[in-house]
């Protein structure tokens, strides 16, 4: 995750609770043989109010079933959508904190691919500031199967969601008794237990409860439990006599997770020397646990990275649908989540020679002490000095302890009104929607450096000064931190999201197949910045406190509104029941109301163009779903770093543009009973076509370089055994993601590389089931980012490669019984 960008993602309709609810019932178990087709004949619930059969939509999806998921294996919702074609993902942060990107568009996190459950963004802000959507979902075995839209109708049913949505439906309460129990270790000290149940209650009330409950000491050990919490989940569903249905859940989400980030390399395909690429972190338990200046600046602040990624929310659903007669219909969606997220993370900054940070630091300490005549290292924890040439891999790395707490609310209601009309010229279903949203937040930021070696589980050290007569004269560091208060923030915003939308599906003939749609989308925000001031706060052993960020009392209000609008027109041809073709247009924005406070103007990107066409072909040996596509984004926002009056440095706002095209492929192939192969994958050229500006450099030009951290291509094959009678099956995944670049300006490379996943799973008796996954079986290292903080436009080459590289080589295996 890059704490930086936040959206907004309201709600995209889902199937009734009813269709749900029986298609859960319906649902094959896991490992269960399925057919070769992409799931081309099933329902599809997301981007369209009608239950389309996916062959018959005139825009692109991809579906994912309860076998995938359970083969998939996956820790986090990252890594499971990390198949999707058109979409790339960055899963090497842990569990949760990870980036998604879709088509190309240029930005991360989930900024233009919204997370979506059950219809519902999982939270309204969803690529906020530490507020990443992952952090408040955790897959797990309450989940039923994903349907993601890439592009097409998700600008008209969803905010803020040019590059689609991420829709994850849930279990429903069943009219059967059923359930499952799952128990998985691993070998990285991890233990969890999963688990769903449903029946009825009565002839009308049926209910479901499952979640899940984890440990572990994360996939790179710190040296404590890094991963440890779950999540609980209950719902009930009460069936009207006539038609129609209400569901009502309570979602329970108490889950701590560690966070990764970059670490020093020797190169972008090898780890150093104490620190492998695979399995090597900066995270410690020796300075896990810390005091920092408060806001006021007294040493009285705790800072425990031990806590990672903390989020405690509790989330209430209630999906409402009747059918009224004469073609009317009914459905209303309602969220509330409120709770906590307390983000404590470990991030890579500078990085330097150990010899070189201390004749640095040398010049600092004697200009605050000119009887300094020299300058050591000594451990933080020990008091004992160690000598520059012992420090591990002889760098001494600058990493910032980043501790944000964020307070969270968020009402949300989608209520839609739909009516089928028979007209001379086919079938009209017309649905009009109004979208509510209401959010709040209070985050405090808390950050400041601390100074370690390169290597695993590193020492953190104090730089003291010494005289003539080796006696102390200043510090630069107090208890191995420096740069107190690199950043200091107390901000809280209160969002109000109003949307009205319009579709229409008609259902011209039996062959063909029009979508047209808008949506008006209307944001206010009103909120409050505390203000800060430089103080030093007096301890005369150190220069660390000379300068510190405090707060001076005072607040800073802000207010912005903006209206922004969608178009999205699009149709689907069925040739006969094998081919069909479709084609769509597509007009979207962005608004990103939660930074307006930091860069000023109008948080709006918009006049986001998108054009889609594709074929599908659908039978059980092989089925094809081929997507040509290209986006215009004209309003691409950057910041750059100017001189500005009497020499002061100076951020100014500028513009930039780009645009992707390319094509993505999902293909099926099941050629006899006992093997079949899938293959998805995408080629995109993604280019800024417009990326000129000045900095404190000068002018400069990147019009034509590929856009940052996206490859322009990426592929992956899974072939699946089917052995004794589908009894065994040995599955694979060979995953192969192109070269990308760490900057605008394309002068860092992250090379391409390929990953193989490895699995197979036993039915030992129809209701019990055994699976063992290896994951990156041959250790591979592959970076998915660089240093993200050593220049975005302009990359810094810095003494060492630091990039954040995909997880070692991970077994784990688990038993599941099903009843």
């Given at each position: 995750?890059?704490?930086?960008?936040?959206?907004?993602?309201?709600?995209?309709?889902?199937?009734?609770?009813?269709?749900?609810?029986?298609?859960?019932?319906?649902?094959?178990?896991?490992?269960?043989?399925?057919?070769?087709?992409?799931?081309?004949?099933?329902?599809?619930?997301?981007?369209?109010?009608?239950?389309?059969?996916?062959?018959?939509?005139?825009?692109?999806?991809?579906?994912?079933?309860?076998?995938a998921i359970a083969q998939k294996a996956s820790l986090g919702i990252a890594d499971l959508i990390a198949s999707t074609p058109g979409i790339y993902v960055e899963s090497s942060g842990g569990e949760v904190g990870n980036n998604v990107y879709s088509r190309g568009l240029p930005a991360d996190n989930y900024r233009y691919l919204p997370l979506l459950e059950d219809g519902l963004p999982v939270w309204e802000e969803g690529a906020g500031a530490f507020t990443n959507a992952d952090e408040f979902f955790r897959v797990d075995a309450t989940i039923d199967s994903l349907q993601i839209v890439r592009g097409g109708s998700a600008s008209i049913t969803a905010s803020n969601a040019p590059g689609g949505v991420v829709n994850v439906l849930t279990k429903r309460p069943t009219r059967?008794?059923?359930?499952?129990?799952?128990?998985?270790?691993?070998?990285?000290?991890?233990?969890?237990?999963?688990?769903?149940?449903?029946?009825?209650?009565?002839?009308?009330?049926?209910?479901?409860?499952?979640?899940?409950?984890?440990?572990?000491?994360?996939?790179?050990?710190?040296?404590?439990?890094?991963?440890?919490?779950?999540?609980?989940?209950?719902?009930?569903?009460?069936?009207?006599?006539?038609?129609?249905?209400?569901?009502?859940?309570?979602?329970?989400?108490?889950?701590?997770?560690?966070?990764?980030?970059?670490?020093?390399?020797?190169?972008?395909?090898?780890?150093?020397?104490?620190?492998?690429?695979?399995?090597?972190?900066?995270?410690?338990?020796?300075?896990?646990?810390?005091?920092?200046?408060?806001?006021?600046?007294?040493?009285?602040?705790?800072?425990?990275?031990?806590?990672?990624?903390?989020?405690?929310?509790?989330?209430?659903?209630?999906?409402?649908?009747?059918?009224?007669?004469?073609?009317?219909?009914?459905?209303?969606?309602?969220?509330?989540?409120?709770?906590?997220?307390?983000?404590?993370?470990?991030?890579?900054?500078?990085?330097a020679t150990s010899q070189g940070f201390l004749a640095n630091a040398l010049t600092r300490l004697q200009a605050a002490r000119p009887d300094t005549v020299s300058a050591v290292y000594r451990d933080a924890s020990t008091g004992q000095t160690v000598a520059a040439s012992a420090l591990g891999n002889q760098l001494a790395l600058t990493e910032s302890i980043f501790n944000t707490v964020v307070n969270v609310k968020n009402v949300i209601n989608d209520l839609t009104i739909t009516k089928k009309l028979y007209t001379g010229m086919g079938q009209h279903t017309l649905t009009a929607g109004y979208y509510f949203s209401h959010f709040n937040q209070t985050q405090n930021w808390n950050w400041n450096d601390i100074l370690v070696e390169g290597v695993n589980r590193p020492r953190y050290f104090d730089v003291v000064g010494l005289n003539a007569a080796g006696q102390q004269t200043v510090a630069l560091t107090k208890d191995g931190l420096l740069n107190l208060h690199s950043n200091l923030q107390r901000f809280h915003d209160d969002v109000t999201v109003n949307a009205l939308y319009l579709t229409d599906a008609w259902q011209v003939t039996d062959k063909l197949r029009i979508d047209l749609g808008a949506r008006y989308h209307h944001v206010a925000k009103e909120g409050t910045i505390a203000q800060t001031t430089s103080a030093n706060l007096g301890d005369l052993s150190t220069i660390a406190d000379d300068n510190v960020l405090v707060f001076t009392g005072a607040n800073t209000q802000y207010r912005f509104k903006t209206g922004q609008w969608a178009f999205s027109a699009g149709a689907n041809?069925?040739?006969?029941?094998?081919?069909?073709?479709?084609?769509?247009?597509?007009?979207?924005?962005?608004?990103?109301?939660?930074?307006?406070?930091?860069?000023?103007?109008?948080?709006?990107?918009?006049?986001?163009?998108?054009?889609?066409?594709?074929?599908?072909?659908?039978?059980?040996?092989?089925?094809?779903?081929?997507?040509?596509?290209?986006?215009?984004?004209?309003?691409?926002?950057?910041?750059?770093?100017?001189?500005?009056?009497?020499?002061?440095?100076?951020?100014?706002?500028?513009?930039?543009?780009?645009?992707?095209?390319?094509?993505?492929?999902?293909?099926?192939?099941?050629?006899?009973?006992?093997?079949?192969?899938?293959?998805?994958?995408?080629?995109?050229?993604?280019?800024?076509?417009?990326?000129?500006?000045?900095?404190?450099?000068?002018?400069?030009?990147?019009?034509?370089?590929?856009?940052?951290?996206q490859p322009e291509v990426q592929f992956s094959i899974r072939p699946t055994l089917h052995l004794l009678r589908d009894r065994v099956n040995i599955f694979g995944e060979a995953a192969y993601t192109g070269k990308r670049y760490v900057d605008v300006a394309n002068t860092i490379v992250l090379p391409h590389y390929t990953e193989v996943r490895l699995g197979a799973n036993w039915k030992i008796t129809d209701a019990l089931q055994a699976q063992v996954v290896a994951t990156n079986l041959f250790n591979t290292v592959g970076l998915t980012e660089g240093n993200p903080r050593a220049g975005s436009i302009v990359g810094v080459q810095e003494t060492a490669f630091q990039g954040r590289p995909i997880f070692g080589r991970r077994v784990r295996a688990s038993l599941t019984y099903n009843f």
């Open positions: 995750m890059t704490p930086a960008l936040a959206q907004s993602a309201p709600s995209l309709p889902t199937q009734s609770s009813a269709t749900q609810s029986a298609a859960a019932a319906d649902a094959p178990a896991a490992g269960a043989a399925q057919g070769s087709d992409l799931g081309l004949n099933e329902i599809i619930v997301t981007g369209t109010r009608t239950g389309t059969r996916k062959f018959e939509t005139s825009y692109a999806i991809t579906t994912i079933d309860p076998q059967t008794f059923q359930g499952m129990v799952k128990s998985e270790i691993g070998d990285w000290d991890h233990y969890r237990l999963d688990a769903n149940v449903s029946g009825p209650l009565t002839d009308r009330l049926s209910f479901a409860i499952g979640g899940f409950y984890r440990e572990d000491n994360g996939l790179r050990d710190p040296g404590f439990t890094g991963n440890k919490g779950g999540q609980f989940r209950v719902g009930l569903q009460y069936d009207f006599v006539d038609s129609g249905s209400l569901f009502v859940s309570y979602r329970k989400l108490n889950d701590k997770n560690i966070f990764y980030t970059a670490i020093p390399l020797a190169s972008p395909s090898q780890g150093l020397p104490g620190l492998d690429a695979g399995t090597g972190t900066l995270v410690n338990n020796a300075f896990g646990r810390l005091t920092v200046p408060d806001g006021n600046g007294a040493f009285d602040k705790n800072v425990d990275l031990t806590q990672g990624i903390h989020t405690n929310t509790d989330t209430f659903t209630a999906i409402f649908n009747k059918p009224l007669g004469d073609g009317w219909e009914i459905n209303d969606r309602a969220r509330y989540t409120s709770g906590t997220v307390d983000f404590n993370g470990l991030f890579s900054s500078g990085v041809y069925e040739f006969s029941k094998r081919v069909a073709a479709f084609a769509r247009y597509s007009r979207s924005f962005r608004v990103t109301p939660e930074f307006v406070q930091w860069f000023g103007g109008v948080p709006v990107e918009n006049r986001i163009d998108l054009v889609e066409g594709g074929v599908k072909y659908a039978t059980r040996p092989f089925s094809a779903f081929v997507t040509l596509f290209y986006n215009r984004f004209p309003n691409v926002a950057f910041q750059t770093t100017v001189a500005g009056p009497n020499g002061q440095a100076q951020t100014i706002n500028q513009k930039a543009a780009a645009e992707s095209r390319g094509i993505e492929v999902e293909l099926s192939l099941r050629p006899a009973d006992f093997f079949e192969v899938a293959a998805s994958g995408n080629y995109q050229k993604i280019t800024y076509t417009s990326f000129a500006g000045q900095d404190a450099n000068g002018p400069f030009d990147f019009s034509g370089n590929q856009i940052v951290r």
